[in-house]
């Protein structure tokens, strides 16, 4: 079975700060790798992807996130926050067929 | 480019009783995937449709059914409800069946 799991639930941080966002999936085959956000009063929009090739991939509005395959890992980045990047962060896989969605990380930024 | 739209918004049911879901895909996009989002939880994958016809389903009972048309909008069908369907179902569509998907706003449904 396909699971995703994203270690942290609420983030708290100040403005200029570091942020790196955990996730790691479980699946014995291909998958593609999503970062989604939904900013407040919003739905869902990609932040990022990564299908194949290089697996450092950036996105959107500075983010970016490194596949590391020996760890089933997808963790988010971003070097310096900014008070609007509060929003609720999902990781995501799918293969043909099927699609997996984390449980979120709520980021709250405090100016 | 329209982007992904959802009916209705909102939508009050009694449980027992039936509801139908609709969405329009984004232009040029033949697969659309459902899912249902419970507060405080991600998206739970419900099925997805490729050109009209059914090609992956997650962990939900029959009564949950789809449908896809030829102008690739869906239709998200939920037989018997019961309280726990309350939630958000969300709608989203993508070029093809592993790639990004684009999502609708969603439609809130109680069930009372």
């Known amino acids: 079975a396909q699971s995703v799991s994203q270690h942290n639930h609420h983030v708290i941080l100040s403005e200029a700060a570091s942020l790196e966002l955990g996730c790691n999936y479980s699946y014995g085959g291909t998958v593609n790798l999503f970062w989604y956000v939904q900013y407040p009063g919003q739905h869902l929009q990609l932040l990022l992807k990564?299908?194949?090739?290089?697996?450092l991939v950036k996105g959107i509005k500075g983010f970016e996130a490194e596949f590391i395959k020996s760890k089933f890992s997808f963790n988010l980045r971003k070097p310096s926050v900014q008070w609007s990047d509060t929003a609720e962060y999902f990781c995501?896989?799918?293969?043909?067929?099927?699609?997996?969605f984390g449980d979120g990380t709520t980021l709250t930024v405090k100016p | 480019e329209t982007g992904v739209t959802q009916s209705p918004t909102h939508l009050i049911k009694t449980r027992g009783q039936q509801v139908t879901l609709r969405c329009s895909s984004q232009?040029?996009?033949?697969?659309v995937s459902w899912y249902q989002q419970a507060l405080g939880q991600g998206p739970q994958f419900i099925f997805q449709y490729y050109r009209e016809e059914e090609n992956g389903r997650g962990n939900f009972p029959p009564r949950f059914s789809g449908l896809q048309f030829p102008n690739y909008s869906s239709e998200l069908n939920v037989n018997a409800l019961e309280l726990d369907d309350s939630a958000l179902y969300l709608c989203?569509?993508?070029?093809?069946?592993?790639?990004?998907?684009?999502f609708g706003p969603g439609t809130r449904l109680t069930v009372t």
């Open positions: 990564y299908f194949s090739g290089d697996p």
């Open positions: 995501a896989v799918r293969n043909a067929g099927k699609s997996t």
């Open positions: 989203a569509s993508s070029s093809d069946i592993s790639g990004e998907q684009y």
């Open positions: 232009s040029g996009h033949n697969t």
